[in-house]
């Protein structure tokens, strides 16, 4: 697939392929559990990114529903709210996997914006969800790298 500056996507170089869509029901009951969930990304200036799975475990050619959230630790953070966001630089298998940003933009914080913007602290789940359908057996891993942001590493076993 070539992008509009012909040159390839980063699904031509993946063992399967990337979409997105809006939050489902399933998506929403696992972003419930955040307060609970055990592996967090670490705080960088005031934001953390974390994404989340319903199970770790699935089979060639199943999709795999990747949610994503950012939260402001401080008050000086703001989180802007309104999406669904499109999710900019995710990694998978040490492979980039969705565009980068546009110019101007660093993931987290957009260039131009026109809608709610709270300040932190606070959680924004308004992102979408990146699905993924791998092709071939055996650990992968995908992590979500906005701006100078790291995840944590979500791994799966497909088989």
Request: glycine letters at 12%; charged letters at 20%.
């Amino acid at each position: 697939m070539m992008d509009n500056q012909g040159m390839s996507s980063p699904s031509d170089r993946l063992p399967g392929s990337v979409t997105s869509s809006e939050p489902g029901p399933e998506d929403l009951a696992v972003l419930a559990g955040y307060g609970q969930w055990a592996d967090k990304g670490e705080a960088v200036s005031g934001y953390r990114v974390t994404i989340m799975s319903a199970r770790t475990s699935y089979q060639v050619g199943e999709h795999i529903r990747v949610v994503h959230l950012c939260e402001s630790t401080s008050a000086e953070n703001l989180l802007y709210v309104m999406g669904p966001k499109a999710v900019w630089s995710e990694y998978l298998d040490g492979e980039l996997a969705t565009s980068r940003p546009p110019p101007g933009e660093d993931g987290l914080v957009p260039g131009l914006y026109d809608g709610r913007a709270l300040p932190g602290p606070g959680v924004d789940t308004n992102y979408d969800v990146t699905v993924y359908r791998l092709e071939r057996p055996g650990r992968h891993q995908v992590q979500w790298r906005p701006g100078a942001n790291r995840s944590n590493v979500l791994w799966f076993d497909v088989a």
